[in-house]
Structures are given as C-alpha cells and as structure tokens.
C-alpha cells in the first residue's frame, strides 16, 4: 500500500490497485487486518530467530550486533528471504503497530521467548540494570 498526500492506494479482491483512496486515518485497520498474515509470513521464514540470532547469539563465542535504533538487520534478513520493498512497508507497519520501533524492540515486544528478551528479564529479577542493546553513536 504505498502513501501519496496522506492516502493509502487500496487494492481489490484480486490485489490490484484501484483509484479510490483509503485515509490514512484507516491505516489502523489496514494494518489489523494484515497483521496475523504478516506474523505467519514472518514464522514462517523463522524471522525473530534469525533477528534473534543477530542480536543475542546463542553461540556466546559469536560477536552480537547491536541495534543501531532502525530496521537495518530486520530489513537484511526480510530481504534475504525475498521481500520486496512494498512487503517492508507492511511488515514494519505491523511490527510498530505491536511496539517494535526498532530491531531490538520487535523481539522485546514480540510474543513468545527469545534470547534478547529473557537476557533481559533475568538481568531485572537479579536486581541488575538490563545493558543497552543499542550501539553508541560516535
């Protein structure tokens, strides 16, 4: 769905574009409504393992990379896998829409258990202050 002047292009029942215009006040609903196939998708091709992966190796001898406050390895593992630019667009649309406004806060808000997010909770139960998944800006 691309935006042009504060509207969404809406697509008919066979996913073609059309001329009416969908307000971006509805983006909301959009965007519910394509969540649970957007998450599949991202299941489906093991997405919040391989973030995951990324940002709290399982191997402690690998390096972690950290999240420098964007989408850059989420959209280096979408891409991997084929997404296109347009399928970004959603698939980040519904991550902010579920609180991940960045690499590290789509696997602390996602549902279930990851690695990132449990390093993190254990850090707080034993009374410690969580370190920072961001890197420093120089």
């Known amino acids: 769905m691309a935006e042009q002047d504060g509207t969404f292009a809406t697509m008919d029942k066979d996913g073609f574009g059309n001329s009416d215009k969908l307000p971006a006040e509805d983006d909301d609903h959009y965007v519910s409504s394509i969540a649970p196939y957007v998450l599949k998708s991202?299941?489906?091709?093991?997405?919040?393992?391989?973030?995951?992966?990324?940002?709290?190796?399982a191997d402690s001898?690998?390096?972690?990379?950290?999240?420098r406050g964007d989408y850059g390895i989420s959209e280096a593992i979408l891409r991997f896998h084929g997404f296109?630019?347009?399928?970004?667009?959603?698939?980040?649309?519904?991550?902010?829409s579920r609180g991940g406004f960045c690499d590290?806060?789509?696997?602390?808000?996602?549902?279930?258990?990851?690695?990132?997010?449990?390093?993190?909770?254990?850090?707080?139960?034993?009374?410690?202050?969580p370190g920072s998944t961001h890197k420093q800006s120089r």
């Open 84 to 96: 296109s630019e347009e399928d970004l667009a959603d698939v980040f649309e519904v991550l902010r």
């Open 104 to 129: 590290c806060e789509i696997l602390y808000n996602a549902p279930g258990d990851n690695r990132l997010k449990g390093e993190y909770w254990r850090a707080r139960a034993a009374g410690q202050e």
């Open 42 to 57: 991202l299941a489906n091709c093991n997405f919040f393992e391989a973030l995951d992966e990324r940002l709290c190796p």
């Open 61 to 67: 001898s690998k390096s972690r990379e950290g999240c």
